[in-house]
Nanobody, 121 residues
Framework: QVQLVESGGGLVQAGGSLRLSCAAS????????MGWYRQAPGKQRELVAT???????RYADSVKGRFTISRDNAKNTVYLQMISLKPEDTAVYYC???????????????WGQGTQVTVSS
């Protein structure tokens, strides 16, 4: 089993910044792609940013130039630096990881519990 634990959410004024972190813990696993998704009230969950094990990144158009995804493979941690936040960025942010489990010789998709980001106008 692998657990993803997110931190760093909170309330911030428009134009402000936040940094989200997501750490994976468990045993006998390796992580492939990692990413951040978000879900606003009444809306579907949407992709925010992803990063491969090699460091290639992809962003939603709505966050390009404002959000930066990065990862520390030694710590099994992914980060999301968010600047110039807008009220429309308000959502629950979820961490996602594709995890290879050595004992089972298969890959699983794991999600964190979510962290609330609220941007006030």
């Amino acid at each position: 089993q692998v657990q993803l634990v997110e931190s760093g959410g909170g309330l911030v004024q428009a134009g402000g910044s936040l940094r989200l972190s997501c750490a994976a813990s468990g045993s006998r696993f390796s992580i492939n792609g990692m990413g951040w998704y978000r879900q606003a009230p009444g809306k579907q969950r949407e992709l925010v940013a992803t990063i491969t094990s090699g460091g290639s990144t992809r962003y939603a158009d709505s966050v390009k130039g404002r959000f930066t995804i990065s990862r520390d493979n030694a710590k099994n941690t992914v980060y999301l630096q968010m600047i110039s936040l807008k009220p429309e960025d308000t959502a629950v942010y979820y961490c996602n990881a594709g995890v290879w489990m050595y004992d089972l010789a298969t890959s699983y998709d794991y999600w964190g519990q979510g962290t609330q980001v609220t941007v006030s106008s």
